[in-house]
C-alpha cells in the first residue's frame, strides 16, 4: 500500500464512528480471498446513487446482470447467486484505484447522504471501510517477487496464449512434452529432478532475464487485460508472523521451527501439492489458518490427512476452514473429523452453514456494539472476527459433546440456539472464551498471565462502565461456562473471613506485608467461586499492589444470594412487616435448596439432586422465576431443609446430617449453627413462607434483567483445569492461594499438581491452600503430600498449618491440618507465625511428620486414627512408610 492511500484509509477510519486503525490491519487479513473484497463493493453498490453505480461499473467494465443488482444479506446468498451467472469480477489495480477516488469524491461531498445510504440502511460502515482497505491494498500487489520458471510451467495451461507464445518465442524456449498435459502438482513434481533439471540446464544463462521479463509482461497483461495473473504467493510480515505463533501457544524454540517451515510451506512445490491435494487455493485461507494447516500437516498421522482430505471433498473448503479454526487446540480437531464423519450429509451442512453465518456478522456486530457502547468498548475488528470464530466453534464441540452427532434434536437444538442469538452476545462470549482459554491450547510453561489480564481487562472493563455486565453473563450461560453451584455444601461466596477460618490467619494483613511499591505482583487464586474474595481484594485497594487472577473451570454463583437477589422483599413486607436479615436468609436457603434437591427429599440425610431443574437453569438463569413458581408450593408444607455442613457415612459418601428447621416453635428446635438467632420461628417468617408458597410470582422484582443479579465477579478468571497451571511459564507467581477447590484433586493428579506448582512460584513466593484437608475434614492428604514433596525443585519449603477442626465435620475434637505453606526460597515463618490467631500453630513439614505421623521406625496409629477413624489416613501413610513399624500409643 503506498503512503497516500495509507493515510487516506487511516484518514477514514478515524472519521467513521471513531474507529482506527486495527481495523486495516483486519482488512489486510481477509483480502487475499478476492471474493470477499468483490462482496464488500455489493453490499453498498444498490444503494449508491445511479450515476454513482453506472460510473463505477463502467471503470470496472462490467455490465451487472439483475441478479446482482439488490441488497445481500449475507456473503453466502451473494456467493451463491454468483455462482449462477456467468460474470468476470476480477479487477486490475488501476480499476481499482479509479473506484476508490471515485467513492472517496462521492463521500466528501455527499457526507450527509453517504451516512444515510450506509448506516441509516443498516448497512455497516465497517464493511465500506473494508471495501477501502481492499481497493487501496489488494489489486495492488503486483506480481509474485518469488515468481519462476518452475511455477511458469505449472501455471503455464491457465496463462493467455498469447503472452506464452510470445515468451516463449522471445527466449526460444521449447516445451518439453511432459509439461503440455499436467493434471496435477504431484505428476509435474515427478518430472522435477532429471527432467526438470534437464530442461533448466538449457536455459540456466538466461533464467534471470527470462524471469525479468516474464514478470514485467505479466504486469503489463494484468493492466491491458483487467485480470491478475497469476495469484502471488502470500507472505507474511515477521511481525505479523511473530503474533499468530504466538496466539498458538507454543515454545521458543517450536516457533522457530515454525517459521522455517511456513517459509518452505509457501514455496512453489509444498503449496501447490497442498492445493492439489485438498481442492483449495491457499490464499483463500487466512495467515492464520495458513500456520494451522502447517501445525497439522506437521504434527497429524497421514490417516487423519487423508480423512481431512475425503471430509473436504465431501464438504468443501467450508469445512476445511471449519477444521483449521478449531484444529489448534486440544484434540478439537480429533473430535471435529470424528464428528463430521459419522454425520449424516445434511446435517453436516446444516452445521456449516449455521457456522459460517456466523462469520457474516462480523460486520452486524461491529456496528452493534459500537452503537451500544460507543468509544468505551475497545474491540479492534481481529478482536470481533476472533470472538466470532470461537463462539462459532462452540456449535461444533457441543454437537459432538452432546450426541456424538447421532442426536438429531441436539443438532437442531444447537443450530437454533445460536442463530437465535444476538452479534453482540456472540462476540463477548467469543471474546471472553478465546481470552480465558488461554490455559486450553498453551505448550506447558508457556502462558504469561500478564498477558492474559491484558486482554481480558479491555473486555470487562468497559462493560463495567457501560453496566452491562448482564449481557456478559449471558454471553457466559450461552458457552455453559456459568453455573450454580452444584452441591449445596458448596460455598462459593466465600470471602476473606472464611479464608481467615481456614488458614488461621487474615490474609489481607500478609498481602499488605508482603506487597511491594514498586511492581504488581502476581496473585493466583484457585477455584474464585463467585469471585467475592477477589472483588473484596479490590476494594481493599489490593489491586494497586497485584495482578489479581483466578482458575477455574466454571464461574459459579451461590444460588440462594440469586434468590434474595430477585425477591421484592418490600413488596412482602408491606403485607407481614419486617423480616430480620437471618429470616431472609433462611427463607432464601429454602427456595434454592428446593430447587435443588429432588422432590419431597429435603428431609433426608443422602438425599439426590433434581438434575432437570439444575441443567435447565444453568443453560438459561433466566428461568429462575419458572422454577421458583413451580416448587412454590411445597414451601407451605415443608419443615426442614438440610443444612450445609456435610460429612460422611461409613462407605465414604456425603451425607447431610444437620438440618434447619422452618417450623421451630422453641429455641431448642433450631439448628446449633442458629444459635445467635431468636428464640422461634416469628409469625412474620411463618407468613412469608406461607405467601411465598400460595403466590410467589407475585413477589418477583418486576422487569429485573435476571442476568444483572445474578452474583459473580468475572474479572481476571482463566477458564481450565487445574491440570493445566502447567501451561504458565515458570517462576511468575509470586501469591498462590486456594480455599475448598484444589481439594477436589485426588490421588496422583493432586501429587502432579502440587509438583507444578513448585515450579511456578516465583522467587520469594508463596502458596497458602487448604487442600491437605477435605472439605468435610473425613480425611487428611499428608501421604500424597509426602509424596509430591520428593520431587519440589531445591529452595522449596513445606509447613503445616494446624488448628480447630471444624464443629460436625472433623472426626478429631482437637487441632487437624487444616492448610499448609508452600514457600520458594525466602522463608516468611515468623511472619506467619505472628499473624496466627489463638488456637493456630505453624508447623515445618518434616517436624509435624516426625512428632505426629512417623518418627523415623514407627508410624503413629492412634494419632492417624484419631484425624481419620475411617482407616483411609492410616492406609495411605503406612504404604509410603512401608518397612515402619506401628507404634498404637502417642
Known amino acids: 500500500m503506498d503512503d497516500d492511500t495509507s493515510q487516506h484509509i487511516e484518514a477514514y477510519w478515524k472519521h467513521s464512528n471513531g474507529m482506527t486503525k486495527d481495523h486495516i490491519e483486519w482488512a489486510e487479513t481477509i483480502i487475499q480471498n478476492e471474493e470477499l473484497g468483490v462482496w464488500n463493493y455489493f453490499q453498498i453498490r444498490s444503494l449508491l446513487p445511479e450515476q454513482i453505480r453506472e460510473e463505477i461499473d463502467g471503470i470496472l467494465s462490467i455490465d451487472v446482470p439483475n441478479e446482482l443488482d ?46 444515510e445510504l450506509t448506516h441509516g440502511r443498516k448497512i455497516s460502515l465497517a464493511r465500506v471501510g473494508v471495501l477501502d482497505a481492499c481497493v487501496g491494498y489488494t489489486f495492488r ?56 533439471r534437464a530442461f533448466l540446464d538449457t536455459h540456466v544463462g538466461k533464467l534471470r532475464e527470462m524471469i525479468a521479463w516474464l514478470r514485467n509482461k505479466l504486469e503489463e497483461y494484468s493492466e491491458k487485460s483487467h485480470e ?79 480423512q481431512v482430505q475425503t471430509l473436504t471433498q465431501v464438504y468443501g473448503s467450508n469445512f476445511l476452514q471449519l477444521f483449521l479454526s478449531i484444529q489448534y487446540e486440544r484434540s478439537s480437531g480429533d473430535h471435529v473429523v470424528n464428528l463430521f464423519s459419522h454425520l449424516k450429509k445434511e446435517d ?51 454437537v459432538h459433546i452432546e450426541s456424538q452427532g447421532v442426536d438429531q434434536k441436539v443438532i437442531d437444538s444447537l443450530c437454533d440456539e445460536l442463530g437465535a442469538e444476538t452479534p453482540d452476545v456472540k462476540v463477548l462470549s467469543g471474546f471472553f472464551r478465546k481470552i480465558a482459554d488461554s490455559l486450553g491450547h498453551h505448550e506447558a510453561g508457556t502462558l504469561d498471565l500478564a498477558s492474559f489480564q491484558k486482554g481480558q481487562d479491555r473486555l470487562l472493563e468497559s462493560l463495567r462502565q457501560e453496566q452491562k455486565m448482564g449481557l456478559f453473563n449471558r454471553a457466559l450461560a450461552a458457552r455453559g461456562e456459568l453455573a450454580p453451584i452444584p452441591e449445596i455444601h458448596w460455598r462459593v461466596d466465600r470471602g476473606n473471613e472464611e479464608y481467615t477460618r481456614r488458614f488461621g490467619f487474615d490474609l489481607f494483613k500478609l498481602l499488605d506485608h508482603i506487597k511491594d511499591p514498586k511492581r504488581k505482583k502476581v496473585l493466583l487464586e484457585f477455584g474464585p467461586g463467585s469471585g467475592k474474595s477477589k472483588q473484596e481484594r479490590a476494594e481493599a485497594g489490593f489491586d494497586e499492589y497485584y495482578l489479581d487472577m483466578a482458575m ?92 450445609t455442613i456435610s460429612t460422611r457415612d461409613d462407605q465414604g459418601n456425603v451425607i447431610y446430617p444437620y438440618k434447619i428447621n422452618l417450623t421451630a416453635q422453641d429455641r431448642k428446635d433450631l439448628l446449633h449453627a442458629e444459635e445467635g438467632s431468636v428464640d422461634a420461628r416469628s409469625n412474620v417468617f411463618l407468613k412469608a413462607k406461607q405467601l411465598l408458597a400460595e403466590d410467589i410470582q407475585k413477589y418477583f422484582w418486576d ?71 477435605d472439605n468435610d475434614g473425613w480425611t487428611y492428604r499428608i501421604a500424597e503430600m509426602l509424596q509430591a514433596r520428593q520431587s519440589f525443585p531445591d529452595g522449596i519449603s513445606l509447613t503445616i498449618i494446624i488448628g480447630p477442626g471444624f464443629q460436625g465435620e472433623d472426626a478429631q475434637k482437637g487441632d487437624v491440618p487444616l492448610g499448609f505453606v508452600m514457600q520458594k526460597d525466602v522463608v516468611m515463618n515468623d ?47 503406612s504404604a509410603f512408610f512401608p518397612s515402619g513399624e506401628v507404634r498404637v500409643a502417642a
Not at 451467472?85 to 447522504?113: C, G, N, P, T, Y
Not at 517459521?259 to 485461507?285: A, G, N, Q
Not at 452445521?351 to 459500537?370: K, R
Request: no cysteine; proline share 3%; glycine share 6%.
Open 70 to 115: 439488490r441488497i445481500f444479506d449475507t456473503r453466502a446468498e451473494f456467493l451463491d447467486v454468483l455462482q449462477k451467472i456467468d460474470i468476470s469480477l476480477q479487477f486490475d489495480s488501476m480499476q481499482v484505484e479509479k473506484v476508490a477516488k471515485v467513492i472517496d469524491i462521492f463521500r466528501k461531498e455527499h457526507e450527509v447522504l453517504f451516512e
Open 228 to 306: 491478475i495473473l497469476p495469484k502471488p504467493t502470500l507472505r507474511l510480515p515477521e511481525e505479523a508472523l511473530n503474533d499468530i505463533i504466538g496466539d498458538l501457544g507454543r515454545s521458543p524454540d517450536e516457533v522457530t521451527d515454525i517459521k522455517k517451515s511456513y517459509t518452505e510451506m509457501m514455496s512453489l512445490r509444498f503449496r501447490k501439492s497442498v492445493e492439489d491435494m485438498f481442492h483449495i487455493r491457499m490464499e483463500h485461507l487466512s495467515m492464520q489458518e495458513q500456520l494451522w494447516f502447517l501445525s497439522f500437516l506437521r504434527d497429524k498421522d497421514k490417516k487423519m490427512v487423508e
Open 348 to 398: 453436516g451442512e446444516k452445521i456449516l452453514h449455521v457456522y459460517t453465518s456466523v462469520y457474516e456478522q462480523i460486520g452486524d456486530a461491529s456496528l452493534l456494539l459500537a452503537d451500544e457502547y460507543g468509544e468505551g468498548l475497545s474491540m479492534s475488528f481481529a478482536d470481533i472476527q476472533q470472538a466470532l470464530a470461537v463462539r462459532a466453534k462452540d456449535l461444533v464441540m457441543g
Open 141 to 196: 500487489r503486483g506480481v509474485d517477487p518469488h515468481f519462476t520458471i518452475t511455477q511458469y510451467l505449472y501455471d503455464r495451461a491457465k496463462l493467455p496464449s498469447e503472452l506464452t507464445e510470445e515468451f516463449e518465442s522471445e527466449f526460444h524456449l521449447e516445451i518439453p512434452e511432459w509439461a503440455e498435459d499436467i493434471k496435477s502438482y504431484d505428476a509435474f513434481l515427478s518430472r522435477d529432478d532429471a527432467d526438470m
Open 831 to 877: 511472619e506467619i507465625q505472628s499473624l496466627l490467631q489463638g488456637g493456630y500453630t505453624l508447623y515445618d513439614f518434616d517436624e509435624y511428620i516426625k512428632r505426629y505421623v512417623y518418627d523415623g521406625a514407627h508410624i503413629n496409629q492412634k494419632t492417624l486414627m484419631q484425624l481419620d477413624d475411617s482407616g483411609h489416613l492410616y492406609e495411605t501413610v
Open 552 to 643: 477455574a473451570n466454571k464461574v459459579y454463583y451461590p444460588l440462594n444470594k440469586f434468590i434474595e437477589g430477585v425477591i421484592d422483599w418490600g413488596a412482602l413486607e408491606q403485607e407481614i412487616g419486617p423480616l430480620t436479615v437471618g429470616d431472609r436468609e433462611v427463607l432464601s436457603d429454602m427456595m434454592y435448596k428446593t430447587l435443588m434437591i429432588s422432590d419431597g427429599e429435603t428431609s433426608k440425610n443422602n438425599f439426590s439432586y433434581a438434575h432437570e431443574r439444575i441443567e435447565q437453569l444453568t443453560k438459561d438463569p433466566s428461568s429462575l422465576r419458572n422454577l421458583l413458581s413451580q416448587i412454590a408450593p411445597s414451601f407451605g408444607y415443608m419443615v426442614v431443609i438440610p443444612d
Open 703 to 773: 422487569g429485573e434483567d435476571l442476568y444483572d443479579a445474578i452474583p459473580a465477579y468475572t474479572s481476571g478468571i482463566m477458564v481450565g483445569d487445574f491440570s493445566r497451571i502447567e501451561a504458565l511459564k515458570d517462576g511468575q507467581i509470586d501469591v498462590a492461594i486456594g480455599v475448598r477447590s484444589t481439594v477436589y484433586k485426588r490421588g496422583d493428579e493432586y501429587i502432579q499438581f502440587l509438583e507444578d506448582m513448585s515450579q511456578k512460584l516465583k522467587e520469594g513466593g508463596i502458596y497458602i491452600d487448604d487442600s491437605i484437608r
